[in-house]
């Protein structure tokens, strides 16, 4: 396991990962960052954990957003013609792979909601 050093609102944190997976951590971990960032300079500093829960909740109402966005584009056309088969075939190819990937991004933000979850309980904790 590696151990990665990432920084949310001002404060350090090491978080242990899959080796090889600290490039996308650290992403991961700018955005929060930039999230509670942003809540910070909007409604104030209200304490970590509820930033983070904030934050947290922000980031799975825009991932549910994105997942309904996805699925009403994934529905075929009522009447079209025959000859465009193959454009629906390929916009069909496309929608699943843009599920696929709204599946990973829920899987990944779920791990990270965990992970804030820890880290808001050990702070609370300190």
């Given amino acids: 396991m590696a151990q990665v050093s990432i920084s949310i609102n001002g404060r350090p944190y090491t978080v242990a990962c899959e080796d090889g997976q600290e490039p996308r951590l650290r992403e ?13 300079s909007a409604i104030g500093q209200v304490g970590d954990t ?7 909740l922000s980031l799975v109402d825009r991932m549910a957003d994105l997942a309904a966005e996805l699925d009403g584009q994934g529905a075929p056309a009522p009447s079209a013609p025959a000859a465009d088969d ?3 075939e390929a916009a069909e190819a496309r929608a699943e792979a843009a599920e696929r990937r709204v599946a990973e991004l829920e899987a990944q933000l ?7 979850s820890s880290i808001a309980a050990s702070l609370e904790d300190a």
């Fill in 28 to 40: 991961l971990a700018a955005a929060l960052d930039e999230e509670v960032s942003g809540l910070a």
């Fill in 50 to 56: 509820r930033l983070l829960v904030i934050a947290g």
């Fill in 86 to 88: 193959g454009r629906a």
């Fill in 110 to 116: 779920a791990a990270a909601t965990d992970r804030i």
